[in-house]
């Protein structure tokens, strides 16, 4: 069974970074592409960015040249690079891997952007 490991949120202030990870566990044959959604208080959730199995990569535009989607494919892990945060950005990040046919996600890792 593949689980999806989160780690990584927290406490920050705003114009802070932050680096999330996410580690698959069990058996993946192949994955088409990770990525990160968030989900902000009372708000649905939300696209954040993605990254293929070519490295190839989308960012939504709330986001773009601030984050940084990066993967390791001998780890099967996921990262996000988050910098020049906002209180904006304050939510609960998953992680989602697609993968074998099937979409797998994390179970949340709170990220709070705030003075």
């Known amino acids: 069974q593949v689980q999806l490991v989160e780690s990584g949120g927290g406490l920050v202030q705003p114009g802070g970074s932050l680096r999330l990870s996410c580690a698959a566990s069990?058996?993946?044959?192949?994955?088409?592409?990770m990525g990160w959604y968030r989900q902000p208080p009372g708000k649905q959730r939300e696209y954040v960015a993605t990254i293929t199995g070519d490295g190839s990569t989308n960012y939504a535009d709330s986001v773009k040249g601030r984050f940084t989607i990066s993967r390791d494919n001998a780890k099967n892990t996921v990262y996000l690079q988050m910098n020049s945060l906002k209180p904006e950005d304050t939510a609960v990040y998953y992680c989602n891997f697609n993968a074998d046919f099937r979409n797998y996600w994390g179970q949340g890792t709170q990220v709070t952007v705030s003075s």
């Open positions: 069990g058996r993946i044959f192949r994955i088409y592409a």
